[in-house]
């Protein structure tokens, strides 16, 4: 069984410019969530994604945005970078159905640092 | 809306020696509770989870952790700890008819020999 894979690991990006990020989520499981975590900090919850709609979001602005696809892959896109949008991304997929917040199981996360 | 509050930021303790991590939660209603594990560059590994039923929840790698509805606690245990235990230890909350996790802010555990 295959679990959450994110791509990239790491990246480096400038103020101002835009970035995605990739999930593929755990065979079978057909709910995507994308947290936050900044360094020090716990995860903080961005947006869930069920069925291809967004079905939650946190405390987050606009320019994080995201897709579900029909294979429940899942992108994380923020514009507009910010150096405070420097942290570790990661996604969690879950076969729990939406309403419910169940067992998440979490990809490695991709690093992204704004210079 | 819930929250979790982890009282201890860094913890050391001796290779062999007992562990307790404390975890506070605040939500009106019975929660969803877990505990998470993150090594360092890595992602987040379920321990254990509470949904319902008996208080004292078993998990993975000889950890335990006690519901106590009156304290709104949360704390997790372990008797004897290894030096593979070394890491970074979430408390998550979880609301029913909600699709989020509040996780804490987190308590770093260092094992000595």
Known sequence: ?115 | AQSVTQPDIHITVSEGASLELRCNYSYGATPYLFWYVQSPGQGLQLLLKYFSGDTLVQGIKGFEAEFKRSQSSFNLRKPSVHWSDAAEYFCAVGATNDYKLSFGAGTTVTVRA
């Open chain 1, 1 to 115: 069984e295959t679990g959450v894979t994110q791509s990239p690991t790491h990246l480096i990006k400038t103020r101002g410019q835009q970035v995605t990020l990739r999930c593929s989520s755990q065979s079978g499981h057909n709910t995507v969530s994308w947290y936050q975590q900044a360094l020090g900090q716990g995860p903080q919850f961005i947006f869930q994604y069920y069925r291809e709609e967004e079905n939650g979001r946190g405390n987050f602005p606009p320019r994080f945005s995201g897709l579900q696809f029909p294979n429940y892959s899942s992108e994380l896109n923020v514009n507009a970078l910010e150096l405070d949008d420097s942290a570790l991304y990661l996604c969690a997929s879950s076969p729990m159905d939406r309403g419910i917040a169940g067992e998440l199981f979490f990809g490695e996360g991709s690093r992204l640092t704004v210079l």
